[in-house]
């Protein structure tokens, strides 16, 4: 079955305490993108990749990093969480041609304390 | 990159057709309109997109203005399961990808 998957679903960590959200699509998409949802704000791109290696800003980066080692994955990292990042997260890929549709992950709800 | 307004909310009666507003008046050439729904706080999920002819696939139509300024979801006979928010984005092809999520409109079918 053709999907984005993400982990944890659910999280509370504290202030500071490094942690690593995983994102893995099975579909050989090339690009994928964290988006994050806060009320009343809609989805917000965090980062995207349209490739291997190939990395670039969204909307709202500060405060978080990502990489993309491999095609399959795209972990979105928070070197040092803050409470202002409290949020739903997503992840999402797709193929680069004029009609790849983005496929969402589950979500990844995050408190940070 | 165009930017897309929804309005925030709207009501449909179940069985009836639910037509949804998107304004995207800075569109560009070749940027392409999708919609999508989400259910609650789920991952948002595909329904339609189109460039610029009208498209139906089984779940929904889309209706795209002549000059691409504004388009309209159409569900045509909408259930409980409607239920949802839902997103117009538009999305340049280019050498980046950006698709632009605004906040959507809130759509409840009622019984």
């Known amino acids: 079955e053709a999907q984005v998957t993400q982990n944890p679903r659910y999280l509370i960590t504290v202030t500071g305490k490094k942690l690593t959200v995983t994102c893995s699509q099975n579909?050989?998409?090339?690009?994928m993108s964290w988006y994050r949802q806060d009320p009343g704000l809609g989805l917000r791109q965090i980062y995207y990749?349209?490739?291997?290696?190939?990395?670039d800003k969204g909307d709202v980066p500060e405060g978080y990093k990502v990489s993309r080692k491999e095609k399959r994955n795209f972990p979105l990292i928070l070197e040092s969480p803050s409470p202002n990042q409290t949020s739903l997260y997503f992840c999402?890929?797709?193929?680069?041609?004029?009609?790849?549709?983005?496929?969402f992950g589950e979500g990844s709800r995050l408190t940070v304390l | 990159d165009a930017k897309t307004t929804q309005p925030p909310s709207m009501d449909c009666a179940e069985g009836r057709a639910a037509n949804l507003p998107c304004n995207h008046s800075?569109?560009?050439?070749?940027?392409?309109v999708y919609w999508y729904r989400q259910i609650h706080s789920q991952g948002p999920q595909y329904i339609i997109h189109?460039?610029?002819n009208n498209e139906t696939n089984e779940m929904a139509s889309l209706i795209i203005t002549e000059d691409r300024k504004s388009s309209t979801l159409i569900l045509p006979h909408a259930t409980l399961r409607d239920t949802a928010v839902y997103y117009c984005?538009?999305?340049?092809?280019?050498?980046?990808?950006?698709?632009?999520f605004g906040t959507g409109t809130r759509l409840k079918v009622l019984a």
């Open positions: 800075t569109i560009s050439g070749n940027e392409y």
């Open positions: 189109g460039l610029k």
């Open positions: 984005i538009v999305r340049a092809f280019s050498g980046t990808y950006k698709y632009i």
């Open positions: 990749s349209m490739n291997v290696e190939v990395t």
């Open positions: 999402a890929s797709s193929m680069t041609t004029p009609s790849g549709e983005l496929f």
């Open positions: 579909m050989n998409h090339e690009y």
